[in-house]
């Protein structure tokens, strides 16, 4: 489920959130439901705290690697011992200066969890969260990163379910996208195949275009591309949307759903930058 979270924040359309701080609208109310001043000390002085928290930080480390075949520095901070067995913690951060898997390619990502209190329960192979969930999170995506994610397999699968068929036969669909930041744009080129049960025909689409920040959405603006194409403009933003690889769902399990709201979004120097929350609500 790592994989699919961090796929998503790489590959998908963001939704908005209210005024509200998300931290005063979904963190739980204190006081918390741990144990005590004196269980957690005597668990700081036997060791016990440090040795549970260290297995758990090693075991998470192992997860993120073996999910995405990168480096990560994680810190967890718990409320003690037997609080950290029941899946209770005060706090998790988690860094990496690459991430590079099959689906995900990101930059200087970091991100920790906004709650006091979170607390997750594992149960007939399942994760179940018992508290809403709310992760912070920061990243880059350069040129390179961002053409390895126009090629991801996860990425491929979603442009060649994009096809119309009547009667068994295919009559439009699309291939071959090619991708690139440039001049702080998009600069993007797909191959559109139209058909009939006469004849066929391929013309290769060609289009610049901005992304913007809008109430917490990346949205597509200013799109530029050559009118001798004979496409009408709500027939390239219908293109463009399908290819938005910021538009793209992934689905989590058959428990947990998520909506991210981005803070902050800027393509500078040829490079996004990133910001944003990630919310996974009670599922418990």
Do not use: W
């Not at 991100?111 to 969260?129: A, M």
């Not at 139209?194 to 920040?213: D, E, H, P, R």
């Not at 109430?215 to 399908?242: E, W």
């Amino acid at each position: 489920m790592i994989k699919k979270i961090l796929t998503v924040l790489v590959l998908c359309f963001m939704l908005p959130a209210s005024a509200q701080t998300f931290e005063e609208k979904y963190c739980a109310p204190r006081p918390y439901p741990v144990g005590g001043a004196v269980a957690s000390g005597i668990s700081n002085i036997t060791g016990v705290n440090l040795t549970f928290t260290k297995l758990a930080e090693l075991t998470i480390q192992g997860i993120l690697k073996k999910e995405l075949n990168s480096n990560f520095n994680v810190e967890l901070y718990s409320f003690g011992g037997k609080n950290l067995i029941d899946g209770k913690f005060k706090k998790l951060t988690l860094s990496a200066k690459r991430i590079k898997s099959d689906d995900i390619n990101l930059r200087n990502f970091y991100g920790e969890t906004l709650c006091g209190y979170n607390r997750i329960v594992l149960k007939d192979d399942l994760v179940y969260f018992a508290e809403n969930f709310l992760f912070g999170f920061r990243g880059k995506m350069t040129n390179e990163d961002f053409q390895n994610t126009i090629l991801s397999e996860e990425y491929k699968k979603t442009i060649n379910d994009v096809h119309l068929k009547l009667f068994g036969t295919s009559f439009f669909k699309l291939s071959n996208p090619l991708v690139e930041i440039k001049n702080n744009r998009i600069y993007m080129s797909v191959d559109v195949s139209f058909a009939s049960f006469i004849t066929s025909k391929t013309i290769t689409v060609k289009t610049n275009y901005a992304l913007m920040l809008q109430n917490g959405k990346i949205v597509i603006s200013d799109v530029r591309y050559s009118d001798a194409l004979g496409i009408s403009k709500n027939a390239m933003y219908a293109i463009l949307n399908i290819l938005n690889p910021f538009k793209m769902r992934v689905p989590l399990d058959d428990v947990n759903t998520m909506t991210i709201y981005m803070r902050d979004f800027k393509i500078e120097n040829d490079e996004i930058n990133f910001a944003g929350v990630l919310l996974l609500p009670r599922s418990l």
